[in-house]
T-cell receptor, first 113, second 114 residues
Framework: NAGVTQTPKFQVLKTGQSMTLQCAQD?????MYWYRQDPGMGLRLIYY???????DKGEVPNGYNVSRLNKREFSLRLESAAPSQTSVYFC????????????FGSGTRLTVV | SQQGEEDPQALSIQEGENATMNCSYK?????LQWYRQNSGRGLVHLIL?????REKHSGRLRVTLDTSKKSSSLLITASRAADTASYFC??????????????FGQGTILTVHP
């Protein structure tokens, strides 16, 4: 099925560990995004990539890095995980200028202990 | 900072009733979108309304936009238990370097009782 695929679905990290969240889309979208969702906070943008080869900071980029590996893939890396990064992470993609919204992945639930 | 503020935070109704959720925002927008999120799942796009539109329909959904008041409402008619979910508004800012980016509200939790 066409869409956005995120891996892993669940992860538990110890403080200070690193990990990479993977995201891939097969809709040939140019733009991709990483959001985090915390209770009562809605979704907050971490990083985005308007097109292949470009990345920009969003609202809450501290503690994260991203890589737009190619048009399909956009990964999010936590270099040294902290308990404050416990959250649900969503990847999304879109085609700017088209009259439809984002397509979201199913999320990664990350717990940092 | 959150662009959208949603009201109410939670809404509980009976099947067959209508549900209305409101969203207010702060800055000029290019478009406003509504999304649904079922528990433990990703967000699903419902409807998009552009800044030059005032009303839009999609099935049982009706969205209105009042740019003078910087507000929007989502009406779900004849609600069903399957409509139970969280609903988010999201805005795309007009112009500038906000190309493609959406800013989400905190959401309204809708519970529809059978």
């Amino acid at each position: 099925n066409a869409g956005v695929t995120q891996t892993p679905k669940f992860q538990v990290l110890k403080t200070g560990q690193s990990m990479t969240l993977q995201c891939a889309q097969d809709m040939n979208h140019n733009s991709m995004y990483w959001y985090r969702q915390d209770p009562g906070m809605g979704l907050r943008l971490i990083y985005y990539s308007a097109s292949e080869g470009t990345t920009d900071k969003g609202e809450v980029p501290n503690g994260y890095n991203v890589s737009r590996l190619n048009k399909r893939e956009f990964s999010l890396r936590l270099e040294s995980a902290a308990p404050s990064q416990t959250s649900v992470y969503f990847c999304a993609s879109s085609e700017p200028g088209q009259p439809y919204g984002y397509t979201f992945g199913s999320g990664t639930r990350l717990t940092v202990v | 900072s959150q662009q959208g503020e949603e009201d109410p935070q939670a809404l509980s109704i009976q099947e067959g009733e209508n549900a209305t959720m409101n969203c207010s925002y702060k800055t000029s927008i290019n478009n406003l979108q509504w999304y649904r999120q079922n528990s433990g799942r990703g967000l699903v796009h419902l409807i998009l309304i552009r800044s030059n539109e005032r009303e839009k329909h999609s099935g049982r959904l009706r969205v209105t936009l009042d740019t003078s008041k910087k507000s929007s409402s989502l009406l779900i008619t004849a609600s069903r238990a399957a409509d139970t979910a969280s609903y988010f508004c999201a805005t795309k800012s007009a112009g500038g370097t906000s190309y493609g980016k959406l800013t989400f509200g905190q959401g309204t939790i809708l519970t529809v009782h059978p």
